[in-house]
Structures are given as C-alpha cells and as structure tokens.
C-alpha cells in the first residue's frame, strides 16, 4: 500500500535547500526515523513534472552503501507538494567539517581525505554506470550533499533531482551564491555531462585539502577566467604528491583528457589506497 502524509510525524525542519525544505519525520508503525524533503510542484510546467516523476523513480533504483537511500514518495494534490522520503543521516555534511576546520584552523587528516575521495568514487560510478539503465549523473555534487554516518562513512544526497529543477529560473535561484565547482564546459555552455561531476568531485576535495575552493575570485568574470585556464595552487604541502596528482587529474580543463569514473577508479595511486583500507 503506497504511504500517505499520516504514517508519519513531523518532528522537526531540519533546514531549506535550493528546491524545498527538509524535515525529520518518524514513521509510525515502527518509529524509524527519517527524513523527507518537500517541493512544491505548482509552477512546474507538465514537462518538468513527468521529469520530476521519472526522476525520482530512477532515484528508488539507486541503492548503494555510500548513497542515501531514497524510500518512498508522497503527493499532495492539494498543496501541489511532492514528498520525498529518504535516509536520515546524523553525521553531519563535509560542508559543516571544511567550515569548523577552517574556524579553527586544523586541517583534515590525509587518510580520511582518500577515504572521501574512494566512497565518493564507488558512489559516482554506481550512478554512472547503471547495468541497464541510463546513466544518472548527479549535476550538484557540493560539500552540503555528502552525509557522513557515525563512522565516518559517505553518503551521497541529492542525486539527480538538480536535472528537473535545473530548469531556467531555479537554475539561477541555485547559483545564487559564486558558482565555484563550475567546470569549464559550463562556463562556455556547453551541456552537463558525467566529466561535470568528475571536476565538481575534483572541487569539493580540493577544498578539503585547503580548506577553500580551487578557484575563487572577486568576481565572475575573473573566476571564470581561472577555471577555463585552470589556474589554481597545489593543495597544501602537507598533503602527498599522490593526492595532488590525482585531484590536479579531476580538475583537468579539457573534457577529454578528465578521467572518467573508472579511470578514477583504476588509477594506480588510488588502487595502492583502495588495496590498504582493505
Ligand atoms: P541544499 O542541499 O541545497 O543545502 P537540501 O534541501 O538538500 O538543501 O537540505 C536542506 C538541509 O537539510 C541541509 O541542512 C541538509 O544538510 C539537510 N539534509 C538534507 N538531506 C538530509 C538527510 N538525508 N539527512 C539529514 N539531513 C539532511
Ligand atoms: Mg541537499
């Protein structure tokens, strides 16, 4: 029987995104805890909501160790509001880590980066290389998507949905901020593709290196400038010539010479990593 907005209690909002809010919630029959997000359908046009449907049906398939898994789905006809129930990660997010780092100071320890960098990748090629079915890229890889659960381990949020939110006006509502993980290609519009995720991944570890993001600037035009040139500075000395190389790898400005998902995975230095935390 599909659920409905009374097997469960709102506990509390947990805070508002790009497209809607998140709330914990409990499920009544056994009291689980998780989480839904709520987004408002109204102004999608009927296009963008069949999208929003296959979307998040595509999300349902997704079930890996380093994703958040996506549960059920509610819709409320009478608030145009689609409910989206998944996983509810207690960790917290790296965009909470990388800024209390930054506070005081203290920089991430190298093994936990590698193990970042190994989950994010088994997480990435599950979505990009679907047995059957077509790739699902996740187009808002950022700090704030990736959950740790208690053990430290990732979770990866928000897959997908970017695509059919994406659309003009959420779009700029989205970059509402600097646009830093924005990879060459889309600086001279040309269209999201999987190496977009590989240089946003390339991004979001660089920046739990240093602390801040590869490319930063005063203003657009000159990150723009930075990132189609891929003017950016190795990543702390501290850290080893493995992990910049194979950061300074993903954040390669040509499309083609990128690594995909697999050639991340079958790169040697991340190989010999893969080897030791086994
Ligand atoms: P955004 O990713 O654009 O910041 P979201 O709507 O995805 O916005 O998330 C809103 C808030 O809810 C964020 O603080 C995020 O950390 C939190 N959140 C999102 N998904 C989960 C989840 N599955 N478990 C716990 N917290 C979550
Ligand atoms: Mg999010």
């Not at 699902?136 to 897959?159: E, Q, T, Y």
């Not at 901020?177 to 240089?199: A, F, Q």
Request: aromatic share 8%; net charge positive; hydrophobic share 35%.
């Amino acid at each position: 029987m599909p659920s409905t907005l009374e097997d469960f209690e709102v506990l509390s909002t947990i805070g508002s995104g790009s497209y809607g809010t998140c709330k914990k919630i409990r499920r009544k029959k056994d009291g689980k805890i998780l989480v839904w997000k709520e987004m408002e359908y109204g102004t999608m046009t009927e296009s963008e909501k069949l999208m929003l449907v296959s979307e998040v049906n595509l999300l349902r398939e997704l079930k890996h160790q380093h994703i958040v898994r996506y549960y059920d789905r509610i819709i409320d006809r009478s608030k145009t509001t689609i409910y989206i129930i998944m996983e509810y990660c207690d960790g917290g997010d790296l965009a909470q880590l990388i800024s209390s780092s930054r506070r005081t100071g203290s920089f991430l320890d190298e093994e936990f980066i590698w193990k970042m960098l190994i989950q994010i990748t088994s997480a990435l090629k599950e979505c990009h290389r679907r047995k059957n079915g077509k790739a699902v890229l996740h187009r808002d890889l950022k700090p704030a998507n990736i959950f740790l659960d208690a053990d430290k381990n990732v979770k990866l949020g928000d897959f997908g949905l970017a695509r059919v939110l994406h659309h003009e006006t959420s779009f700029a509502k989205t970059y509402v901020g600097t646009p830093y993980y924005m990879s060459p290609e889309l600086v001279n519009n040309m269209s999201y593709n999987e190496k977009s995720d590989i240089w946003a991944m390339g991004c979001m570890l660089y920046e739990l290196c240093a602390l801040h993001p590869p490319f930063t600037a005063s203003n657009q035009l000159d990150l723009n400038r930075k990132i189609c040139v891929g003017d950016y500075s190795r990543i702390p000395l501290r850290y080893t010539d493995d992990l910049n190389a194979i950061i300074s790898k993903l954040l390669r400005v040509e499309v083609h010479k990128r690594p995909s998902i697999e050639d991340v995975l079958h790169d040697s230095v991340v190989v010999r990593r893969i080897k030791r935390l086994e």
